[in-house]
Each structure stands twice: as structure tokens, then as C-alpha cells.
T-cell receptor
Framework: DTGVSQNPRHKITKRGQNVTFRCDPI?????LYWYRQTLGQGPEFLTYFQNEAQLEKSRLLSDRFSAERPKGSFSTLEIQRTEQGDSAMYLCASSFRRGLGRRDTEAFFGQGTRLTVV | EDKVVQSPLSLVVHEGDTVTLNCSYE??????LLWYKQEKKAPTFLFML????IEKKSGRLSSILDKKELFSILNITATQTGDSAVYLC?????????FGTGTSLTVIP
């Protein structure tokens, strides 16, 4: 399977625990995005990487959230001291950003990790 | 502030009807407009529009972009129950995809 892969698919955790999600993008894609989606809403941007560099973080990403993409391939998203408001679907997407004046590819999404904080 | 607004929020039609979904956008450094279909899981890609006025078609689905008026439409003809889903529109800026809240389409047999 050469699509975007996320795991785990589901995670239930107690409030205050730390959780970590993993995303494996399409191998040749240099951009990797993390989004969060709650019921009835469109995906909300959290952060993105160009290769291994984290270039932008949303204001939504509090200091309890951290993301890494150490070798420019897979990425992890960690949430520390989880709160009930963190319950959501966490989506990862990847794309290929070409150089100036050239068309980007579309973003392909993984199946998401559904987090429930109890 | 960058934003994407979709209308209607929800739509219920009968099989065989034709529907038009709307998307307006205000995105800084706009590069492309994308449409996705979401059925209780991850969004799946439908169209990417970069040029104004050029219709893209895939089977019963088609879409067009108007960069002057900053909107796009997604048309679905001869709707089927399998078209029931949330349709998301996203504007791609220099740095990220800005998503609308989606249009929930329900097709009744």
C-alpha cells in the first residue's frame, strides 16, 4: 500500500495521559500536514513540514502538542496531559510541493486517528 | 483572515437529481482549489483546480473555478445513493490547505 498510513486508528485515553500518533506519508512527498477534525466541521490545520523542517504551526497547537518529522519521512504528533477537548479525529496528509511556478500535487489523506479522552 | 465558505451546509435530494455545491474562498497567496469527498473516514480527493474557467470532469462529477469572483462549484448529475457524503472544499495557499465546513449531501432512493 503506497498511500498515507496512520496509526493507531483509534485511541482511548484517560485525561492527563500522553498520547503519540504516527503518520507515514507517501514516500516521494516532501510536505506533510497534520489536521484535526471534530464532528460537523472541516479539517483544521495544526502544522506542516517541508521535508524535516516544521515551517508553520497553528495557534490551535498549544504547548501540549508537539510534532516531529526527524528524517523527513514519517512524522509523530504527541499530545501531553490530554484534555477532553482534545477528543477529535487527527488527520495526516502529504503532498509534493514543486518549485516556483510549477503545479503542486493534491494532498492525500490518511485514514486518521480517532482520539477519545475520557 | 483566510477562510473558505461552503453552501449549502446540507442537502437532501432524490436519486437522479442534479446538485450544485458552492465554495467561496478568501485565501492569501492562493494556488489551487481542491474538492474532497468524505464518508465517515478520511477525505478522498476529487478535483484540483488551478486555472479559471476550465471545467474538470470525472464521470458524473464536474467542477469549475472562477478566480475573479473567488468561487468554485461542484456539480453532480444523476445522483446515486453512493454519492451521499460530506463534500469538502479547500483553498491551497503557500503554506496550507484551508478547509470549509463541508456540504452534507444525502441522496434518497
Amino acid at each position: 500500500d503506497t498511500g498515507v498510513s496512520q496509526n493507531p486508528r483509534h485511541k482511548i485515553t484517560k485525561r492527563g495521559q500522553n498520547v503519540t500518533f504516527r503518520c507515514d506519508p507517501i514516500s516521494e512527498h516532501n510536505r506533510l500536514y497534520w489536521y484535526r477534525q471534530t464532528l460537523g466541521q472541516g479539517p483544521e490545520f495544526l502544522t506542516y513540514f517541508q521535508n524535516e523542517a516544521q515551517l508553520e504551526k497553528s495557534r490551535l497547537l498549544s504547548d501540549r502538542f508537539s510534532a516531529e518529522r526527524p528524517k523527513g519521512s514519517f512524522s509523530t504528533l504527541e499530545i501531553q496531559r490530554t484534555e477532553q477537548g482534545d477528543s477529535a479525529m487527527y488527520l495526516c496528509a502529504s503532498s509534493f510541493r514543486r518549485g516556483l511556478g510549477r503545479r503542486d500535487t493534491e494532498a492525500f489523506f490518511g485514514q486518521g486517528t480517532r482520539l477519545t479522552v475520557v | 483572515e483566510d477562510k473558505v465558505v461552503q453552501s449549502p451546509l446540507s442537502l437532501v435530494v432524490h436519486e437522479g437529481d442534479t446538485v450544485t455545491l458552492n465554495c467561496s474562498y478568501e485565501v492569501t497567496n492562493f494556488r489551487s482549489l481542491l474538492w474532497y469527498k468524505q464518508e465517515k473516514k478520511a477525505p478522498t480527493f476529487l478535483f484540483m483546480l488551478t486555472s479559471s474557467g476550465i471545467e474538470k470532469k470525472s464521470g458524473r462529477l464536474s467542477s469549475i473555478l472562477d478566480k475573479k469572483e473567488l468561487f468554485s462549484i461542484l456539480n453532480i448529475t444523476a445522483t446515486q445513493t453512493g454519492d451521499s457524503a460530506v463534500y469538502l472544499c479547500a483553498g491551497l495557499s503557500g503554506n496550507q490547505f484551508y478547509f470549509g465546513t463541508g456540504t452534507s449531501l444525502t441522496v434518497i432512493p
